[in-house]
Nanobody, 114 residues
């Protein structure tokens, strides 16, 4: 059973930075992981993703500002934050890199004020 616990959310002014972390357990070596976010009244969207080869992809809205990385945990370094980055951020893990084997964390709130 995969368990994901996010941390690092908070409130910051526009232009500031935050670093999110996701502690994962129960995953295999062939696990793809990512960060998603959901703003009030909007659908959940993918922000950044890293596969089991270390290849990354980013939403166009965060390219050049956010960086996903993994060591013992999954991280999301968020720089030059904008008010539109506000939302609940979720960590996700796809066992065997299969979307139908996706597990979610409980989420951490990010609020960016102008």
């Amino acid at each position: 059973q995969v368990q994901l616990v996010e941390s690092g959310g908070g409130s910051v002014q526009a232009g500031g930075s935050l670093r999110l972390s996701c502690a994962a357990s129960g995953y295999t070596s062939s696990t793809c992981m990512g960060w998603f976010r959901q703003a009030p009244g909007k659908e959940r969207e993918e922000v950044a993703f890293i596969d089991d080869y270390g290849r990354t992809r980013y939403a166009d809205s965060v390219k050049g500002r956010f960086t996903i990385s993994s060591d013992a945990s999954l991280h999301l370094q968020m720089n030059s934050l904008k008010p539109e980055d506000t939302g609940m951020y979720y960590c996700a893990a796809d066992l065997w890199c299969l979307r139908n084997n996706r597990y979610w964390g409980q989420g951490t709130q990010v609020t960016v004020s102008s």
